[in-house]
């Protein structure tokens, strides 16, 4: 007698609990995309929101405007030197995923999680700071 219905077994009750600790990790990370992504969202909305009054503040002119909008998104309109030009960017919270355009000029940034338990957002190059995001959507503002 051969061993085969114990070797496939065994292969069957692995490939079960290997999908078992795939379903949960997926979980786990859904769970802390869902806990922090908004927080970290917030954070880069409300930097552009200090970006542009500090450089309104600086240029001694209402260059740029923060227009009013649900949370999940975010406006600017920047006037310079008579053009008007739009800066659109908003969350998906399900997905965590931030896309934001100029119209000249678009990016997107997933949210993934790190391994202590809290969030950044990556792009095709990795990792990348509230910082980065702000001076990449501003900069292609204007």
């Not at 940034?109 to 990795?126: L, M, N």
Request: net charge neutral; with cysteine.
């Amino acid at each position: 007698m051969n061993d085969w219905a114990d070797r496939a077994l065994k292969r069957l009750n692995d490939k079960r609990i290997n999908t078992q600790t795939q379903n949960e990790l997926f979980l786990e990370k859904q769970r802390v995309k869902r806990d922090f992504g908004m927080p970290l969202w917030l954070e880069v909305r409300k930097a552009v929101e200090n970006n542009c009054a500090d450089f309104n503040t600086k240029a001694r002119a209402q260059m740029l405007v923060f227009e009013v909008t649900v949370n999940t998104e975010l406006a600017v309109r920047a006037t310079v030197d008579g053009v008007t030009s739009y800066l659109r960017a908003a969350f998906d919270e399900s997905t965590g995923k931030l896309s934001w355009s100029t119209g000249k000029s678009r990016g997107t940034w997933t949210i993934e999680p790190t391994g202590d338990g809290k969030v950044v957002f990556t792009g095709s190059h990795g990792a990348v700071t509230v910082e980065l995001i702000i001076d990449e959507m501003l900069t292609a503002l204007i």
